[in-house]
């Protein structure tokens, strides 16, 4: 077994525990990079097909490149596609700066979806090397009523056991893909042909990283328009992931605030 | 963070050309680990651009001076506290290796944290102060790599710089923390003086620690080695789940140990149930012919249809796992309420989840300390040595056996609460299976069968109380008997007035219930006679175990008459008690009745007359097998 064999392996592994421990599932689906390897991966532990929905809390001012490939893929692989709006900005947290302001309609979009669907289990994309506080994450990692998520008490977790009895009222967030890196992702997507959003490869110099909405997230400078240039500017990069999402930036512990209220 | 250097040597594509560990450092708080981090990302020069400059500024903005350890404390509240409280995981290379670095916690109070992040690791660095020498945290941390399986630990005595880089402090810990390492079977693989605060020993030797020839920190890195794939034991496929999403019947798990292919002559433990690998199913290819080994998720269908459910253990013929109900084991414990003799606890297993009860403590110590005090419970951050009694057989190995299937957790209100090593199974004071000879009856089951015209079954019928169980299963009998069969009814009131009065009714007593109604019920139909079993038996698990104890002599019917009449039936007066508030755990006005997926049989009792409701259990039987056809045909003539 190759190094990706071992990823791909112990995220079927986590995907399949998530079925069969909690009662009802959806997968997060922002349609970026890595939450097309993630149906991917739930398309190979379950023998090709996706046995939950997959959720888009769309805040409406994605890319129309990302529209785009929502629509097409939803339907090309089948999925239960479930689209849940997130609510206007008044409606957030004034005191966060703007760019996080923004962000955080995710956070409310998500909340109003969970109490509509009923959902105990939310599987999310996010991965340790991405960003510091997901560092600390848990694989299975337990929300408070309110989605809220309590660092300082998560549980042990340890020889691939996970805790997986939310209390009620509350929900799990599973991450299946939260051992693999940037450059995991990409040389992933090469190998299984995964289709990805034409944002990601670089065009008059600049190529997107990390998408999120168009008004907050801005394309870095590069040449690399196909996988493996990715990949080798990866290897010389020391450029952060997500050095183009300007909510990461705005004051040094905007992130984790937004993390503990809920967001991803 | 996106922590990766430039490479100095050609990388593949996917930059894996090195391979990759996973490293934890522990050891006492304020030892030095984060600092000891942040001086090994400078060292192999992993920062991003500008980090280090960002936090320099930062610590003179807050008037403070720059600590190494600040890299690290990427959380606002860290920085508050002053302490690393979870595990953080960064990555870096070395010339030899790719590194994930596991920062884990020193402090005592996070030892879940810790326990977390070394768990994952393939090698440890054990970090000492040189001055405050071996604590009782460094202890602890030490004993709990052995618990935890790590074996490769690398020893670095920090802060030399505070004790004049002398080697007689240096040689004085070593020779403390060798021996205390050994004494638990891990042979540390270097001891390294260092000074993480100016670099000496880091990466690369100084003139301060001159006398010192061994390996720098980087270099003990170096020669760290990935844990292995355990292909070489035998097969181990602990059944995560059964998939029916179209005509194929998957039977989903990983391949712990071991390798598996079609064809291959399996066993399903712990029932022992034998049958044949027909075919490794696969996406977007299927079927997948080459053989999976140990680490791979896979898929597999088999040659006939047994019953099997998550938690079972799928192992090659004669090579199988024990099946036992008795564990001895040596745990670790993270809950705030002490582990006490008589606990009834959840022990996970693999994928198999089992009720059980702690029925003896033969060890408890402090692992911090020196001291092998010896008290009735297992004090949280403790460890010890446990008999655990289990309500129902499991399969696994002992962990000197198979480090993989020989470790389980334990869990207390839906947490994980303490976890460890298998040493033994089934020892213990209660009669090892060598001991029990069950003598075999003397009769054929053919002979039963000519003469009953029917093979043995267990007709389990579940439902609400009122529902018309014990009146359906009486018409039954009386049916089945005037025909010349040889039925029995097992009326679960009856059994709880002789066979099962020492049972209540919380969730455990239910399951050892129904399991001890299973087990008659089984050993009944083994013998020829049509077990009717009528008992409300809520709990669906419940049911899976009976209907793994029984096999594919098991049928249930469930009796799905509406809850408000069974309610206004209510012939034991039980629902005017239990609104009354009389009747503790009641099942019926509550919605603790989990209602069968995939019974064979539903009757509901509100709509069909009890003869109607009785051809149709007869119809059942004989259309799957038990009853001969001449039986079925004198019903159809009546």
């Known amino acids: 077994m190759d190094h990706l064999d071992q990823l791909e392996a112990q995220s079927i592994y986590i995907l399949r525990e998530a079925f069969a421990r909690l009662k009802k599932l959806a997968l997060l689906w922002s349609l970026g990079k890595d939450s097309n390897v993630m149906i991917w991966l739930a398309r190979k532990a379950f023998f090709g097909r996706v046995p939950f929905p997959a959720m888009h809390v769309d805040t409406a001012k994605k890319f129309p490149e990302m529209y785009a490939f929502r629509d097409t893929y939803a339907q090309e692989w089948g999925l239960d596609l479930k689209i849940e709006p997130c609510p206007p900005i008044d409606a957030v947290d004034p005191t966060l700066p703007p760019a996080a302001r923004s962000a955080a309609r995710k956070t409310e979009g998500l909340k109003m979806a969970l109490a509509k669907h009923g959902f105990d289990g939310l599987i999310a994309g996010i991965r340790r090397d991405e960003e510091a506080t997901r560092a600390k994450e848990r694989v299975f990692s337990p929300r408070g009523a309110e989605g809220n998520w309590d660092v300082r008490d998560q549980p042990p977790e340890f020889w691939d056991h996970f805790n997986a009895s939310p209390p009620q009222g509350a929900h799990l967030r599973i991450h299946p893909i939260l051992h693999w890196t940037e450059a995991d992702i990409w040389a992933y997507t090469a190998r299984e042909n995964i289709p990805i959003i034409p944002l990601y490869l670089s065009k008059n110099g600049k190529r997107y990283r990390s998408l999120g909405d168009q008004d907050i997230t801005f394309p870095v400078a590069s040449n690399a328009s196909t996988i493996p240039e990715i990949l080798a500017e990866l290897e010389s990069t020391k450029v952060p992931e997500r050095a183009g999402r300007a909510l990461d930036h705005e004051t040094e512990d905007a992130f984790e605030r937004l993390r503990v209220a809920g967001y991803l | ?638």
């Open chain 2, 1 to 638: 963070m996106n922590m990766r250097v430039p490479s100095a040597s050609p990388a593949t594509p996917n930059g894996t050309t090195r391979p990759q560990v996973s490293i934890v450092i522990v050891g006492h708080v304020d030892h030095g680990k984060s600092t000891l981090v942040g001086r090994l990302l400078h060292e192999t020069g992993s920062l991003p651009d500008g980090k280090l400059e960002m936090l320099q500024a930062v610590s003179a903005r807050r008037g403070m001076p720059f600590e190494w350890s600040f890299l690290l404390d990427a959380l606002q509240t860290e920085r508050d506290q002053g302490i690393t409280i979870d595990t953080t995981q960064i990555r870096f290379r070395t010339n030899a290796r790719e590194v994930v670095l596991i920062d884990a916690p020193g402090h005592a109070e996070f030892l879940r944290n810790m326990i977390t992040g070394a768990s994952q690791a393939d090698g440890a660095v054990l970090i000492i102060d040189a001055l405050e020498g071996v604590r009782d945290q460094t202890r602890r941390h030490g004993y709990l790599l052995h618990l935890l399986g790590v074996k490769q630990v690398a020893v670095v005595v920090n802060k030399m710089d505070r004790v004049d880089f002398g080697q007689a402090r240096f040689d004085e810990i070593k020779t403390e923390i060798s021996a205390h390492l050994e004494g638990l079977g891990v042979k540390p693989v270097a001891v390294i003086p260092i000074s993480a605060r100016d670099g000496d020993g880091v990466a690369k030797h100084t003139s301060r620690i001159g006398w010192y020839k061994g390996p720098t920190v980087v270099e003990a890195l170096d020669g760290l080695e990935p844990a292995k794939p355990l292909s070489s034991l035998p097969l181990r496929l602990p059944v995560q789940a059964i998939y029916k999403f179209d005509d194929r019947r998957i039977v989903a798990g990983r391949v712990e140990a071991g390798e598996l292919k079609t064809g291959d002559e399996i066993v399903i433990m712990p029932a022992g149930k034998i049958a044949k690998i027909k075919s490794v199913e696969g996406w977007p290819q299927t079927p997948v012919t080459t053989p999976q080994g140990a680490g791979r998720s896979v898929g597999i269908t088999l040659d006939r249809e047994l019953f099997i459910e998550r938690g079972d253990v799928i192992a090659h013929v004669g090579r199988e796992p024990q099946a036992a109900r008795r564990l001895h084991a040596r745990i670790f414990w993270l809950h705030d309420q002490p582990l006490s003799k008589g606990d009834s606890i959840l022990v996970r297993l693999g994928t198999r989840e089992a009720r059980g009860a702690v029925v003896a403590i033969d060890k408890a110590v402090d692992p911090g300390s020196l001291s092998n005090e010896e008290t009735a419970a297992i004090a949280r951050n403790h460890v010890g040595e446990i008999e655990i009694a289990l309500t129902q057989p499991v399969a696994v190995d002992p962990y000197t056996e198979n480090a993989r299937t020989g470790r389980l957790v334990i869990e207390v209100q839906g947490r994980i609460a303490g976890g460890g090593l298998v040493l033994t199974v089934d020892a213990g004071k209660r009669a090892s299976p060598v001991d029990i000879m069950p003598v075999e009856s003397a009769l054929q089951p053919q002979e039963r069968a000519d003469r009953y015209r029917h093979k043995g079954a267990v007709v389990w019928m579940t439902g609400l109380p009122g529902a018309g169980k014990s009146t359906l299963a009486r018409a039954l009998e009386r049916r089945l008997f005037s025909r010349g069969g040889a039925p029995v009814l097992l009326d679960g009131d009856t059994l709880r007035a002789g066979l099962n009065k020492d049972l209540g009714f919380t969730p455990d007593d239910r399951a050892e219930n129904i399991r001890r109604l299973a087990e008659v019920a089984t050993h009944l139909a083994r013998n020829g006679h049509i077990a009717i079993v009528a008992a409300v038996s809520p709990a669906r698990d419940d049911r899976a175990t009976a209907r793994r104890v029984a096999g594919e002599l098991f049928r249930e019917v469930h009796v799905a008459t509406p809850a408000e009449i069974c309610e206004s039936r209510d012939p034991k007066g039980h629902y005017a008690k239990a609104r009354a508030g009389n009747l503790q755990n009641f099942t019926g006005i509550g919605t603790d009745y989990e209602p069968p997926l995939d019974a064979e049989l539903v009757i509901d009792t509100a709509t069909r007359g009890i003869a109607d409701a009785t051809d149709e259990l007869e119809t059942l039987l004989s259309k799957t097998g038990v009853l001969f056809d001449d039986i079925a045909d004198l019903g159809a003539n009546i």
